[in-house]
């Protein structure tokens, strides 16, 4: 069973930074693209990064590009995602999820990802 688990939330300023975590307990996790999503309060997911299986390749919501940055690191089983510039527009709980395989890329859509984390969240004051 693959299991997601997410950290480094937490309550900040507004244009502070923050560095999310998200641990995978996968053998297999190098083959999967991954990504974050977050939901704030009354709204539906919403699509934040994704990162291809090697780490090559990333896309992201226009909404945080150029101020957050999605990377992996395949031998440790670990996604992250670097979060700089924060607006009180970023607060939500923010997730990690597993692509699903042969998904497209890049893929941005709720569905296409088929394991999630439990969430981690982030609040940042104005």
């Known amino acids: 069973q693959v299991q997601l688990v997410e950290s480094g939330g937490g309550l900040v300023q507004a244009g502070d930074s923050l560095r999310l975590s998200c641990a995978v307990s996968?053998?297999?996790?190098?083959?999967?693209?991954m990504g974050w999503f977050r939901q704030a309060p009354g709204k539906e997911y919403e699509f934040v990064a994704t990162?291809?299986?090697?780490?090559?390749?990333?896309y992201y919501a226009d909404s945080v590009k150029g101020r957050f940055t999605i990377s992996r690191d395949n031998a440790k089983n670990m996604l992250y995602l670097q979060m700089n510039s924060l607006t009180p527009e970023d607060t939500a709980v923010y997730y990690c999820?597993?692509?699903?395989?042969?998904?497209?890329?890049?893929?941005?859509?709720?569905?296409?990802?088929?394991?999630w984390g439990q969430g981690t969240q982030v609040t940042v004051s104005s």
């Open positions: 999820a597993r692509g699903r395989q042969a998904s497209s890329w890049p893929q941005a859509k709720y569905n296409g990802y088929d394991y």
């Open positions: 996968a053998r297999t996790f190098s083959s999967y693209d």
């Open positions: 990162i291809n299986w090697a780490g090559g390749a990333t």
